[in-house]
């Protein structure tokens, strides 16, 4: 009797064992399939290092809804302002590196920020794996019509006979509006009063209430108003000028090609981002700024879909460091 109830007990162990062995089995089954579960396989976040309303923004919003059509899940645009684009920047070189949050680099964020603030919080070249850029975009810049100055020439003779009487707005201090303030200055051997704002958006509100005399903006955002007769547009960075502005003069014409550069707009992911993931982020952003509608609504607000390689990005991103470097020297411009 006593046997036969161990040998009862042992059988029921044994197969309680079992049982639970197939269980492990098939939660490790469940785990490794979930895992290689193609990408993506829920919503990829984007951040936008700067707030709703300007330039980056713009073209954030223009580009993810086609993308997340692309990818097949929600591309979810955060704004995630501060410090001209770094702790947006930041938090994207933080992100884990699996594809699910990914980010808009820009000139701010990756060439003006990273030649004039030693304590950044990232390395612009370290810390992120860029996938492509989306658009190249013109600068402008734009005068109140209280103002009276009709072109670029005209604002210089003003503020020539008035130093340090003209204000410009700025997106904050070391954003790329705010370099292009001091290098207009620089150039034009003129004195302009800096006033920083958090953001263009904000930037953009004063310039059209008159508080603040001139800024210097990419184009999308400033466009409407500038069509609409609210500013008044001086200068673009152009290589031509532009079909939505033909009787505005390039910086170039105007006498000061130091500012004739585009801006760009990109989109990185944090480091050590998987080659496969890669590769399919990539190959979303080309079919989507290949779409006739992407490319349609680009120019309908100033901007020109770009797109290139993750090498090539990375390239571009060598050399806009650079060369703010060069201009940050020249112009004393530095945040401590």
């Not at 197969?15 to 469940?30: C, D, E, H, N, V």
């Not at 939505?244 to 585009?262: C, S």
Request: with cysteine; glycine share 8%.
């Amino acid at each position: 009797m006593h046997c036969a109830n161990s040998i009862s007990n042992q059988a029921i162990f044994n197969q309680g064992r079992t049982t639970i062995r197939s269980l492990l089995i098939a939660l490790s089954f469940l785990v490794a399939t979930a895992n290689a579960q193609p990408y993506p396989s829920r919503p990829v976040h984007i951040i936008v290092p700067f707030p709703p309303g300007g330039t980056t923004d713009i073209v954030a919003r223009l580009v993810g809804e086609r993308l997340a059509a692309t990818l097949g899940q929600p591309a979810v645009i955060e704004n995630r302002a501060g410090a001209g684009g770094a702790v947006g920047a930041a938090e994207i070189a933080r992100a884990a590196p699996d594809g699910y949050t990914l980010g808009l680099a820009t000139v701010s964020t990756h060439g003006v920020n990273p030649a004039i603030n030693p304590k950044l919080p990232y390395d612009a070249l370290r810390d992120f794996t860029p996938i492509s850029n989306l658009a190249s975009v013109p600068n402008v810049v734009s005068a109140h019509p209280a103002l009276g100055v009709r072109d670029l020439r005209g604002l210089i003779e003003r503020a020539r006979a008035n130093p340090g009487r003209i204000t410009y707005a700025s997106a904050g201090n070391g954003s790329l509006s705010h370099m292009l303030g001091e290098l207009f200055k620089a150039s034009t051997d003129t004195d302009l009063l800096h006033v920083p704002y958090r953001g263009v958006g904000p930037a953009l509100n004063d310039t059209l209430g008159g508080q603040v005399n001139l800024l210097f903006d990419n184009l999308p955002s400033s466009l409407p108003y500038i069509q609409s007769g609210k500013l008044r547009a001086l200068a673009v960075s152009s290589p031509a000028r532009l079909d939505a502005l033909p009787g505005v003069q390039t910086f170039a014409e105007a006498g000061v090609p130091q500012l004739n550069d585009p801006s760009w707009f990109g989109l990185v992911g944090p480091a050590k981002l998987p080659e496969p993931v890669l590769a399919r982020v990539h190959e979303a952003v080309t079919k989507t700024l290949a779409t006739p509608e992407v490319r349609e609504r680009m120019q309908n607000v100033g901007a020109m879909p770009a797109g290139n390689s993750p090498r090539e990005f990375a390239a571009q991103i060598r050399r806009e460091i650079e060369r703010h470097k060069r201009v940050a020297e020249e112009s004393g411009i530095r945040v401590d």
